[in-house]
């Protein structure tokens, strides 16, 4: 029987369709990494900021500190949205004034030098260290993406004898923007020049870690504080207390 035109496509391509319904869909491979852009306080840990905090006011203490970190990254967002930037060290200074004040507190001068300079003076979580070790090994990229200042950073660094791990220390300033601003994430495209997805963000707050998702960072959350995850409609690449879920991320 012979057929004519129209039935031969018609033969043809449901020939086709039924091939390519039948080959198995292929996951898609993870793009390689290649760099890791770091916020600061997953390689400093900020809890000594709490203790010397309720050391210095030991009833109003933990209502200081929590106010405190509240109202500073409050005022980060606010700054941002407005645009009225002001660099991260006089926003913890200005946020540690109006805390005390709003507790009714007495902040003399001292007390308010001593709770700024220990941000210059923070150490390293214990697990840093080796994992930059397995970062260099397997010549992978590192940096700083952080809304501290690059002072900070570098005097923090520095202090752990861990600053020339670092190939960048990308602060907020240089974008007048703080995160999730997307101006501050793309400071990490930039600096090291390759497409978003060859970069590793890791976050250790869960608005930052939404932020870098947005942004189209893959992205994990080094959650050292064990807090619950953000309600912001993400999802993320890994999630750990420690920086163990990192380097499998990166490594694997």
Same mark, same amino acid.
């Given at each position: 029987m012979s057929l004519n035109r129209r039935? =031969?496509?018609k033969l043809i391509s449901g020939s086709v369709g039924v091939t390519l319904?039948?080959?198995p869909v292929l996951a898609q491979a993870k793009p390689k990494i290649k760099a890791i852009a770091f916020d600061g306080f997953v390689i400093f840990d900020p809890r000594p900021i709490f203790g010397l905090t309720k050391k210095l006011f030991p009833e109003q203490g933990?209502? =200081?500190?929590q106010l405190w970190f509240t109202k500073i990254f409050g005022y980060t967002w606010v700054r941002t949205v407005g645009e009225h930037y002001k660099s991260f060290y006089a926003? #913890?200074?200005?946020?540690?004034i109006f805390s005390a004040e709003s507790l009714k507190l007495d902040l003399p001068l001292e007390k308010r030098k001593q709770l700024m300079s220990i941000w210059l003076n923070l150490e390293i979580w214990p697990d840093v260290k080796?994992? =930059?070790?397995?970062?260099?090994?397997n010549n992978i990229r590192l940096g700083f993406l952080s809304n501290l200042t690059e002072e900070m950073l570098r005097a923090n660094a520095k202090n752990s004898g861990i600053e +020339?791990?670092?190939e960048f220390y990308l602060s907020t300033d240089r974008v007048q923007a703080y995160k999730p601003s997307p101006l501050a994430y793309k400071m990490g495209v930039e600096a090291f020049g390759l497409p978003k997805e060859n970069i590793t963000f890791a976050a250790f707050g869960g608005w930052d870690a939404a932020g870098a998702k947005w942004f189209g960072y893959p992205t994990v959350w080094v959650n050292r504080l064990d807090a619950p995850i953000e309600k912001l409609d993400f999802k993320l690449d890994?999630?750990? #207390?420690? #920086? +163990?879920?990192? #380097?499998?991320?990166? =490594?694997?």
């Amino acid at each position: 029987m012979s057929l004519n035109r129209r039935q =031969l496509l018609k033969l043809i391509s449901g020939s086709v369709g039924v091939t390519l319904l039948s080959r198995p869909v292929l996951a898609q491979a993870k793009p390689k990494i290649k760099a890791i852009a770091f916020d600061g306080f997953v390689i400093f840990d900020p809890r000594p900021i709490f203790g010397l905090t309720k050391k210095l006011f030991p009833e109003q203490g933990a209502a =200081l500190a929590q106010l405190w970190f509240t109202k500073i990254f409050g005022y980060t967002w606010v700054r941002t949205v407005g645009e009225h930037y002001k660099s991260f060290y006089a926003v #913890i200074e200005d946020a540690l004034i109006f805390s005390a004040e709003s507790l009714k507190l007495d902040l003399p001068l001292e007390k308010r030098k001593q709770l700024m300079s220990i941000w210059l003076n923070l150490e390293i979580w214990p697990d840093v260290k080796q994992a =930059l070790q397995q970062f260099k090994k397997n010549n992978i990229r590192l940096g700083f993406l952080s809304n501290l200042t690059e002072e900070m950073l570098r005097a923090n660094a520095k202090n752990s004898g861990i600053e +020339d791990a670092f190939e960048f220390y990308l602060s907020t300033d240089r974008v007048q923007a703080y995160k999730p601003s997307p101006l501050a994430y793309k400071m990490g495209v930039e600096a090291f020049g390759l497409p978003k997805e060859n970069i590793t963000f890791a976050a250790f707050g869960g608005w930052d870690a939404a932020g870098a998702k947005w942004f189209g960072y893959p992205t994990v959350w080094v959650n050292r504080l064990d807090a619950p995850i953000e309600k912001l409609d993400f999802k993320l690449d890994g999630v750990g #207390i420690g #920086i +163990d879920q990192l #380097i499998n991320f990166v =490594l694997t």
